[in-house]
């Protein structure tokens, strides 16, 4: 059997995957020998200069949020981001956020469309001093003619979303997503996107989804109140058990003047007594 790599080179600037005529001819042992081959990293002139905190921080919320409320909702929602994304015979390119709709969530290192078996649903790109011709044309005609449903571009610096969307399937033309109060609706996600207070939000309805940060915080302040409450009932309960301590000694100091007074009285029954009889002899 040829070797795979025989069959389709794999240009180490420009890595590919095969196109849908090659690798419909592919066993499944070549197949899986050329998505090994892909290299999970992508070429210097694709990735942007990195941009440090302000964009690390958005990227990661909107992950680790989406990632969270799909898994509670039990959906099959990939959710990942820089990752090396490989469409047939095209350049290679890596997301801020990618969603892949009703596929199994495990860990990967690569996303190849025909290995897959699924194109990307969603795309996010986080702006902070970037190539905004980049995110906001060339990506826009790109994913696009690629048929990905979806794609979003928050510009952090200068607190603005857009949305683009495809049509209908067969579309290869986007169309822009017009914001209602706000509210940039992602069909993909069932979810709103909105800018509030300088971050991107996802809202289900009316209601925003945490986030870790806020999550982490809520966590903190029902630790802060559980152990004020234990503090409030351990105090109540030395409180208690003083209160208790101080009614048996007081019952017990009673009991014991009672019983002095009872053992004076006998003694005094008992001398009168004495004298009675002392009397009565004499």
Do not use: C
């Not at 109140?225 to 007081?250: F, G, H, N, S």
């Amino acid at each position: 059997m040829r070797r795979a790599t025989a069959l389709w080179h794999i240009d180490p600037d420009d890595p590919r995957a095969p196109t849908v005529e090659v690798w419909e001819q592919l066993t499944p042992e070549q197949r899986r020998e050329i998505v090994d081959s892909l290299p999970s990293e992508f070429p210097l002139d694709e990735a942007a200069p990195p941009e440090g905190d302000p964009h690390w921080h958005p990227v990661t919320r909107a992950r680790t949020t989406l990632d969270r409320w799909f898994q509670r909702a039990g959906r099959r929602v990939y959710v990942s981001g820089n990752l090396a994304v490989y469409y047939p015979d095209e350049r290679v390119f890596s997301p801020d956020v990618i969603a892949v709709t009703d596929v199994e969530t495990h860990e990967r290192d690569r996303w190849v469309v025909t290995d897959e078996g699924k194109g990307v649903d969603f795309a996010l790109a986080v702006i902070v001093d970037g190539r905004r011709r980049k995110d906001l044309v060339r990506n826009v005609e790109w994913f696009a003619r690629l048929g990905i449903p979806e794609y979003f571009v928050f510009d952090r610096k200068r607190g603005s979303l857009r949305g683009f969307r495809l049509a209908t399937s067969a579309s290869r033309t986007y169309e822009p997503v017009i914001p209602q109060r706000g509210h940039y609706a992602s069909r993909v996600l069932g979810l709103d996107l909105l800018v509030d207070g300088g971050k991107i939000r996802f809202y289900a309805g009316e209601a925003a989804i945490p986030d870790t940060d806020e999550l982490i915080d809520k966590l903190g302040s029902l630790v802060d109140a559980a152990e004020q409450r234990a503090q409030d009932l351990e105090r109540r309960l030395d409180e208690e058990i003083r209160a208790r301590e101080e009614e048996i000694r007081a019952r017990e100091e009673e009991t014991r003047a009672r019983e002095e007074a009872e053992l004076r009285l006998a003694e005094a029954l008992a001398e009168i007594e004495r004298l009675r009889r002392e009397r009565g002899g004499a």
